[in-house]
C-alpha cells in the first residue's frame, strides 16, 4: 500500500455556479483536506491526521504539497488538481499493514518454535521510517504472553521483531 492514487470530483457545486454566469468560488479546500485520509488509508482514514494544504485559488490545472500525519508520523501528499475538479493524492510514502507484521509473526513464531500462538499489533498501519520501533504482543496457547519490539530497518517496509527485554 505505498502508493494510492484515486480519483474523485467534488467540484459540481463551483462548477455549476461558474457555468450559470456567477465568479468561480475557488476549489473546495475542505473537501480535498477531507479525501485526503480516506485515499491513503482506506480501511482506516481515522490514522490520518492534521491534513493541511495550501489554498488553492483557480479552476487550473496545479499540483500542490499537502501535509499530513499517519500514526503520528508526518508525511508528504502529492495532489494534483484537474480543471474538472477531479483530483488525484498521492504519497510516496511506505505503509506498513500492523495486520500483515502480526500474521507474518504469528506463523514464524508457530513454524520455528512449534508453539501456536496468536500475535496483536495495536493500530492498523504505521509509515515505514528506518529506525522507527512498536510494540506487540505474542500470547500462546496457555494463555502466557511476551512483549515484542518491531524496528523499521528501511524506508521500504521492512522490519525485523524480537522479544523484548
Keep these: ?39 491513503l488509508v482506506p480501511d482506516d482514514p481515522s490514522v490520518v491526521t492534521n491534513v493541511t494544504c495550501p489554498e488553492v485559488h483557480t479552476s487550473e490545472a496545479v499540483t500542490i504539497t499537502c501535509e499530513a500525519a499517519i500514526a503520528g508520523q508526518p508525511i508528504k501528499v502529492t495532489v494534483s488538481i484537474d480543471p474538472d475538479g477531479t483530483a488525484g493524492i498521492e504519497s510516496d510514502s511506505t505503509l506498513i499493514d500492523l495486520a500483515g507484521v502480526a500474521a507474518a509473526a504469528q506463523e514464524r513464531f508457530t513454524g520455528d518454535l512449534g508453539v501456536d500462538s496468536s500475535v496483536e499489533c495495536p493500530g492498523s498501519v504505521v509509515v515505514s521510517v528506518a529506525d522507527l520501533t512498536f510494540g506487540c504482543t505474542a500470547t500462546d496457547d496457555t494463555g502466557v504472553s511476551r512483549d515484542l519490539v518491531v524496528t523499521v530497518v528501511d524506508d521500504s517496509g521492512g522490519w525485523v521483531i524480537d522479544f523484548a527485554h
Design 1 to 39: 500500500m505505498a502508493r494510492v492514487r484515486l480519483t474523485f470530483s467534488f467540484l459540481a457545486v463551483s462548477l455549476v455556479a461558474a457555468a450559470c454566469g456567477r465568479p468561480d468560488p475557488g476549489f473546495d479546500n475542505l473537501s480535498l483536506r477531507s479525501a485526503i485520509p480516506p485515499a
